[in-house]
């Protein structure tokens, strides 16, 4: 097994590149790990040059179980670099139909972890999703080419920062040691279901306990009244659910 750590930054030491070595140190010994930094290759589309580099880091992929996308957060969107190398990267990700549909490529299966980081302050990223589009664009990515995801790590309020901060070390640790022990296969399918099962189960208390405020108010022992009030209020929480599983699903702090 072998993990390989993609580092998109500008830098070789920052914040960045401490979260993805924090990630790596605390994968198993017996684990192969390699980090590569995308500032040192020439990286660039098939179609415009030759390029070597391009096909050496591809065969990186390749051999790799486990790939750790790591890159600052700039403007609200993923790094330059980073976004560069997914974009001549697509050829290699998918397969390409008739229609130009796309399908996973020969990378299916393989895991992934995000990392990223950002200047805006632990509230302000929280309030407002300052690194979701860096997220976002590299799960996109990844979810076309069938590569599953392990997780996501993000340190905001990086601005003065030097160091990585403790609580943010012990994180990394952590899912360095989660990829250690990843399974070849998406095994989330009962898990999710499960979740579905509770989220649908808290909904619904929710829902009948507001209907017992409402009853005070209005006729609810009526069928039709009581069916009304069930679906608006049910419909309303969904629509709050989906939009926080859309919108605000990514870590923020």
């Known amino acids: 097994m072998k993990i390989l750590g993609i580092l998109g930054s500008q830098s070789r030491q920052g914040v960045t590149a401490q979260m993805l070595q924090q990630v790596l140190d605390h994968v198993d010994a017996t684990i192969e790990t390699e980090t590569i930094f995308l500032e040192d290759y020439e990286i660039h589309p098939r179609d415009v040059h030759t390029n070597n580099d391009l096909q050496f880091l591809v065969n990186k ?11 600052p957060t700039y403007w609200r969107e993923l790094s330059g670099i980073m976004k560069k190398f997914l974009d001549c990267l697509r050829p290699e990700l998918v397969y390409f139909k008739k229609n130009g549909d796309t399908i996973p490529g020969p990378f299916k299966n393989k895991h992934y972890l995000t990392i990223t980081d950002c200047y805006a302050s632990t509230l302000e990223n929280w309030l407002t999703g300052v690194t979701d589009e860096t997220f976002k664009t590299m799960d996109r990515v990844m979810s076309a080419a069938g590569v599953i995801k392990v ?29 250690s022990t ?11 279901y499960v979740q579905l099962f509770l989220m649908i189960a ?11 405020f409402l009853g005070k108010f209005l006729p609810l022992t009526n069928f039709w009244w009581n069916y009304l009030s069930f679906t608006i209020i049910f419909f309303v929480l969904l629509a709050c659910l989906l939009h926080f599983v859309t919108f605000v699903k990514h870590r923020r702090r």
């Open 61 to 71: 992929l390749a051999a790799s179980d486990v790939w750790v996308l790591a890159a």
């Open 151 to 179: 997780g996501e790590i993000v340190c905001p309020n990086t601005l003065h920062l030097s160091r990585l901060p403790r609580a943010k070390q012990q994180l990394c640790a952590r899912y360095g040691a989660k990829l």
């Open 182 to 192: 990843y399974v070849r296969k998406d095994d989330a399918t009962v898990k999710r």
């Open 202 to 212: 808290l909904m619904a208390l929710v829902t009948m306990t507001l209907q017992l």
